[in-house]
Nanobody
Framework: VQLQACGGGLVQPGGSLSLSCAASGRTFSIRYMGWYRQAPGKQRELVAG???????TVADSVKGRFAISRDNAKKTVYLQMNSLKSEDTAIYYC?????????WGQGTLVTVSS
């Protein structure tokens, strides 16, 4: 199983960016897909996650600014990031969970700077 994350880059404060992460290979039944981030010198933290039934979890720090969605048929999870702040700068990782455990993507860098 592989996760391919796309969409990172440089954006000015207040701007928007959209990330996507597609699962490929023998994914079997995907139970959960989510986005995490790790800023320099900090631990990896949950940004947002969505289970197969559609229930969403969003970190308080991004609530109202970020939105997660999922296309089960495409095995893809999306993260729409609006009103970006400098503190959102981090490497963003996607994660998938199925009956066999967790799989992490390679990470994509998001830099919020003027």
């Amino acid at each position: 199983v592989q996760l391919q994350a796309c969409g990172g880059g440089l954006v000015q404060p207040g701007g928007s960016l959209s990330l996507s992460c597609a699962a490929s290979g023998r994914t079997f039944s995907i139970r959960y897909m989510g986005w995490y981030r790790q800023a320099p010198g900090k631990q990896r933290e949950l940004v947002a996650g969505i289970v197969s039934g559609g229930t969403v979890t969003v970190a308080d720090s991004v609530k109202g600014r970020f939105a997660i969605s999922r296309d089960n048929a495409k095995k893809t999870v999306y993260l729409q990031m609006n009103s970006l702040k400098s503190e959102d700068t981090a490497i963003y990782y996607c994660k998938m969970n199925n009956a066999y455990g967790d799989v992490w993507g390679q990470g994509t860098l998001v830099t919020v700077s003027s």
